[in-house]
């Protein structure tokens, strides 16, 4: 499925996901009590990176600061996740996210979006 639209690096264009995690049973943040993760209902995915029809591979990690292309990329990336998916973690977000990209499609009311 090609996705309405697309974010890419420019000159370059987005040929695979490194997925981290999809379906699991376990509550957020793999605490002992708690919330439900969306992952356990099969709502959610983390994404861990990104690798460019050029071969060149873009890690998610802290870029809140990086001033560099492979910085606006996850930035941008991070946004345009927000258009598609209800929930959007980054590793702004907090610890638990510091190297990946949590999806989600949790409902809320209102059609709320959270996405740090
Ligand atoms: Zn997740």
Same mark, same amino acid.
């Given at each position: 499925m090609k996705p309405a639209l697309a974010v890419a690096m420019p000159g370059e264009t987005i040929a695979g996901l490194r997925q981290a995690s999809g379906y699991v049973c376990r509550n957020r943040n793999n605490t002992e009590e708690g919330k439900i993760s969306e992952h356990a209902f099969g709502n959610a995915v983390d994404i861990a990176g990104f690798t460019l029809k050029s071969g060149k591979t873009i890690d998610?990690?802290?870029?809140?600061? +990086?001033?560099t292309l492979d910085g606006a990329f996850q930035r941008a990336i991070?946004? @345009? @996740?927000?258009?598609y998916f209800?929930?959007?973690? +980054?590793? =702004?977000? +907090? @610890? @638990?996210?510091?190297?990946?990209?949590?999806? +989600?499609?949790?409902?809320?009311? =209102?059609g709320y979006r959270y996405c740090w």
């Open positions: 998610i990690r802290p870029a809140e600061r +990086d001033s991070t946004e @345009a @996740a927000c258009l209800t929930t959007v973690l +980054d590793p =702004g977000s +907090d @610890a @638990a996210h510091e190297n990946h990209l949590h999806l +989600d499609v949790k409902e809320r009311r =209102g």
